[in-house]
């Protein structure tokens, strides 16, 4: 599986590392977008359907910076984009529950959001972010198999 730029060797050490770098870039990005959606969607829909919405818009924030990216990090190979996004998921879930803790939300709070029986869908935002460089890696090839014909 080639993501579209070079076909070089990556070392695990650098696919490691620019794994962190565009988590960095998925965190900064979804904490500005709960940020908004706290101000601009939440008054007008309540905190439960905002945070259903929210896990969609973040779907799509996620995808889009994978597929923006994914050439730089260097995933060439099926089990390499299965390595980053579990290093995303990683760091992710650690962030999610740190925050939530750090301000103040019972662990009770932080879960209902993964929970589907009580409205949550964190969970299939995990998902996404869990397969999105994957799926970053193998549009951008088929992209470019499709250009170059």
Same mark, same amino acid.
């Given at each position: 599986?080639?993501?579209?730029?070079?076909?070089?060797?990556?070392?695990? %050490?650098?696919?490691?590392?620019?794994? &962190?770098?565009?988590?960095?870039? +998925?965190?900064? =990005?979804? *904490?500005?977008?709960? &940020?908004?959606?706290?101000?601009? &969607?939440?008054? =007008?829909? $309540?905190?439960?359907?905002?945070?259903? +919405?929210?896990?969609?818009?973040? =779907?799509?924030?996620?995808?889009?910076?994978?597929?923006?990216?994914? $050439?730089? #990090?260097? %995933?060439?190979? *099926?089990?390499?984009?299965?390595?980053?996004? $579990? &290093?995303?998921? #990683?760091?992710?879930? =650690?962030?999610?529950?740190?925050?939530?803790?750090?301000?103040?939300?019972?662990?009770?709070?932080?879960?209902?959001?993964?929970?589907?029986?009580?409205?949550?869908?964190?969970?299939?935002?995990?998902?996404?972010?869990?397969?999105?460089?994957? +799926?970053?890696?193998?549009?951008?090839?088929?992209?470019?198999?499709?250009? %170059?014909?």
């Amino acid at each position: 599986m080639s993501s579209g730029t070079s076909t070089a060797k990556v070392s695990p %050490a650098r696919l490691l590392g620019r794994s &962190v770098v565009v988590w960095c870039v +998925l965190a900064f =990005a979804e *904490t500005i977008h709960g &940020v908004l959606r706290g101000l601009l &969607v939440t008054p =007008a829909l $309540g905190d439960q359907r905002a945070r259903q +919405l929210g896990v969609l818009v973040g =779907a799509v924030i996620i995808l889009a910076i994978a597929w923006l990216l994914i $050439g730089w #990090v260097g %995933a060439r190979t *099926t089990s390499q984009s299965f390595a980053v996004g $579990g &290093v995303w998921l #990683v760091l992710m879930l =650690a962030f999610e529950v740190g925050l939530g803790r750090g301000l103040g939300f019972s662990w009770e709070r932080i879960w209902s959001d993964y929970d589907p029986t009580r409205g949550g869908l964190m969970i299939l935002g995990m998902a996404v972010l869990f397969l999105s460089p994957l +799926l970053a890696a193998r549009t951008r090839a088929w992209r470019n198999t499709h250009e %170059a014909q």
